[in-house]
């Protein structure tokens, strides 16, 4: 009887199973993040993001940990933040889902010769942003970057976050914007730095899994495609090959500065 789908034990004992198996994959991933920090700590010189990104991939390709962007989408998000800058100086860069650091590894690149330049990364998942503290802390060493990482749940509201920043570090707007969170969160949290005015002009909105994720990002792609017309975004596609085919895009804000006011 106990066995009866139906029976109240059944389902109370498959819930439990369930939460187990959950908790089981949590511990597993940060175990994941836990080797994946030391192998870059141990392979890599500090103050070196290119090679420790490399050392990242080698170790997530080899576990086949699946942890890893590669470096085709990394490269995409270097060159992203490229195109924001500008002007000289210093620029800042908000990252919102970091994972277990490789494309922070990616932004420092880009910053290599801009000391002076911060970056906020945001990450859901503890076990992730701590293996992410170790990883950019290291690779990050020497650079003279503020690195700026935090808790911050998917589905939170953006706007406490982007107000929180601007109280206590003084940050009043982001030149480079990297989202690779949940995918349902990509257009309002869009919409919401626009509407606060907090993304500069010129600035770029990198952004992944494109293909793969094609009908989840449609209300996104088509909110950054019809925005062209008016000025506020001039978007681009780039297909990649590895670690599995996909397409990222990068959408420039206000690129030639005629946007309607907002």
Excluded at 38 to 63: R, T
Excluded at 134 to 144: D, F, I, T
Aim: glycine share 8%; charged share 25%; aromatic share 6%.
């Amino acid at each position: 009887l106990f066995r009866s789908p139906t029976h109240p034990l059944f389902a109370m004992a498959r819930a439990v199973a369930i939460l187990s198996l959950a908790a089981a994959l949590c511990c597993a991933r940060g175990q994941d993040g836990r080797q994946i920090a030391d192998y870059v700590i141990a392979k890599s010189p500090p103050g070196n993001p290119e090679v420790a990104m490399k050392k990242f991939i080698e170790f997530s390709e080899k576990k086949r940990l699946g942890m890893h962007l590669g470096e085709e989408k990394g490269r995409t998000i270097t060159e992203s933040v490229e195109k924001s800058m500008l002007d000289k100086g210093p620029v800042t860069v908000l990252e919102v889902g970091c994972h277990a650091g490789d494309g922070t590894l990616a932004i420092l690149k880009a910053l290599k010769d801009r000391p002076g330049s911060t970056i906020i990364s945001t990450e859901s998942n503890k076990e992730w942003l701590d293996a992410a503290k170790r990883v950019v802390g290291h690779g990050s060493k020497g650079m003279g970057i503020k690195w700026l990482p935090m808790m911050f749940q998917d589905s939170e509201d953006i706007g406490v976050l982007v107000d929180k920043i601007a109280a206590e570090h003084g940050i009043t707007a982001f030149n480079s914007v990297v989202f690779d969170h949940d995918e349902k969160m990509f257009l309002p949290h869009l919409k919401t730095l626009v509407q606060k005015d907090f993304i500069s002009r010129g600035g770029t909105i990198q952004v992944d899994n494109v293909k793969r994720k094609k009908q989840a990002l449609q209300e996104f792609m088509d909110f950054v495609g019809s925005s062209q017309s008016l000025g506020l975004f001039k978007t681009e596609i780039r297909d990649v090959s590895k670690p599995y085919p996909d397409s990222v895009a990068i959408a420039t804000f206000r690129p030639d500065d005629y946007g309607p006011e907002l």
